[in-house]
């Protein structure tokens, strides 16, 4: 892949828009240092759940203040052994947000039970208030998903939940460092997932993830789950899965930690600029912001009036537009066993058809904010 | 001067040293690029295998366990549905048809280690959905045997090549012999990656698209979920050091299969070695002995400085998480007997000749006092 000088200090590839949402080639612009870090595992073999899993597995219990974090493959991986881990199985229905990313209902179906979806709010998270008609004999857990990196209202789901005996799992794939009056995203459930995929604001050089829990047995049981059930060498207490996180990985994400909170004060920083530019254009709705949430802008997302061509305006001059996602879940043709049709979930679908997202990461700089802010006004003139 | 020598299980160190210019700068080219996820460095990957094993499909997954549930799910293996499975393997083949709800019954093995083509017959039932050959330690199992009784009761075959890249039974390509073929690229496989690797191999189109759903949350485009499922990627990074790999693969091989001879050649008439049958090629990832002084042997080999191992020394259906099938001791007479016989010896391709040397003089020397 060719590499080009775009402007001082800042390297993308020759594909990419300027302001862009793939931001890996400068994110990883010392690379050189972890390559050195990768070498010391290479010449202890340490591949398979090596110390660097470990250490990276304590930072993590400290930077979402759980007991127990535990390495895994994928965010996907996170919320599907998750979902085993609290012995979901056929049979069973798990309640969650339409408007998501398709590995949280991957992991659900993938457990053999089924989704039941319940429409979001306005701040694209699922609605407290519909979930308790959803709740049947066969409801078992709560997933609620923070999407965009905005925890969801846990305390009304939470309270559900304990009324009616349920597991809330957390899909905190976006939400890393995000807090809820106070509280680490991670922590608000009885077990969180999350992802390293590469565009995540943690991210490794491939597939990564890890599930976080204060249950001692739950954490146990993942501990084996992930390692073919094995305790020891020789030793199979269960039947299982393979599912680590790459030692190599591990180092990419513990050398990145030390990074997190200047990524996230970024992504911070920028979303509250953009907020107050693009709150001033009438035909676009900013979501709510609440004093009590801390949310780290995985996703900035907005709504918008014309979006597709509003999208496309950004596209031709630099700005990489995304929809993050124009098709909710239960409108997906995987979805068609189920019986959902359009209008079930009003809001999801007119999110799905007016949400934008601007890339906000650490590398933007005032310069691109002013850009994109200006050609969208210059858009709706 | 012997006695001094060390001889490891497996040195990482020293294959790392053989490859460290090409390895650092194929990852630095990796991680320069900003691609880790599928493209470019994964097709390349997949391209090679597929030509060394004359396969035209071949999926690059994140692991072989994963390379066998997914094939299961293929096939539409679930509750309810049975798969035979050899009694003496790792784990995670027995763990993959439970992790898809389908019951694993074991089947004995003979002296190869192999399924017992013979035994096999009667465990099939209206159940049975599967048969899932090991090809243990790189030697193939008997695939004619195996494909006969599968035809004959419409079974799907799947492989489970995970130790045996480049073996060859009667000329064929192991993996590529059944329905499914599935490989581990685990460090410390013939062929391996830097953490965790599989491959699936087909000759089916269809088969094969709709594993590479699978492989990615069931996505046909970045908007659209025609089937909700998992992921099972192989990092970029992880494809391009199996690249390199390729490369030196037959070499890697070949180099196994010296030191075996070598073992054979020094120990065949000591205890029971392994030995090719007429038209087989194995590849030896591990180089396994039978002795029935076997505890014995591992201890005077661990105080002169030989490590070893024993694969498995708990057959699967003693596994305390094969309880909930019903097995008991005496249900695999032969596998319960090569459990407590087997011994893989060092065979990893770095190994010197010296040390080979060693392994074989010191087990001459057991042999001598006891």
Redesign the interface.
Known sequence: ?Q?KNFLPGQYV?DNQLPINH?Y??QQ?AD??V??DK??Q?????D??LGEAVDQFEARYRQITHTKYAIGV??G??AL?LSLKALGIK?GDEVITTPFTF??T??????A?ARPVFVDILEDYNINPALIEAKITKRTKAILPVHWSGKPCHMEAINAIAKKHGLFVLEDACHAIQATYRGRSAGSLGDIAGFSF??LKNLN????GGIITTNSDALAEKLKLMRN???KGR???????????L????AVVALHLLEKLEHIIASRISHANTLDIELKTISQITVPQREADIKQVYHLYSIRCERRDKLKEHLIQHGVDAK?H???P?HC????KSWGYQKGDFPVAEQVAASTLSLPVHEFITEQDIEKMVRLIQEFYQ | MNVEIEVPF????RR?ALQKSE??AA??A????????LG?YVEEFERKVSQYLGCPYVLAV?????AI?MALKAFNIG?GDEVVVPVNS???S??A???V?AI?VFCDVTEDLNIDVIKLPRLINKRTKVILPVHLTGRPANMVAVLKIAKQHKLKVIEDAAQSIGAKYQGQMTGCIGDVGCFSL??LKNLHV???GGLITVNDEKLYQQLKLMRN????D????????????L????AKIASLGMEHLNQWTERRRYIAQLYRDGLKNLVTVPVDASGDFSVYHNFVILTQQRDALAAFLQKQGVDTR?H???P?HL????SYLGYKTGDFPVAERLAKEMLSLPVFPELKDVEVQKVVKTIQDFFRIN
């Open positions: 892949m590499v590839r793939n890996l080639q990883f690379y050189e972890i390559l990768i070498k595992v290479v010449w202890k073999g591949f398979t493959g994928s996907t991986d599907f056929e398709y590995a209902i991957g992991a659900i179906v993938t053999g995929h590469p490794v050089w491939g597939d073919h059930g094995l020789d030793e199979c207490v269960m039947f299982a899965y393979n599912s680590r790459d030692t190599v990985q929809v996602y124009p098709v879940m997906q043709p995987a979805a | 497996v040195d990482f160190k790392y390895i650092d990852v630095q990796v991680f320069g690029s900003g691609n880790y996820i470019e994140a692991n072989g366990t994963d549930i509750v790792f784990v995670a027995a763990g048809v439970a992790a709800g694993p685990h460090p830097y953490g965790d949350h069931g996505l046909k970045r908007d659209t979920c025609v089937a909700f499922g998992l992921n099972s990627r990092d970029s990074v992880q024993v498995y020394p708990i699967l596994q305390p998480a094969a």
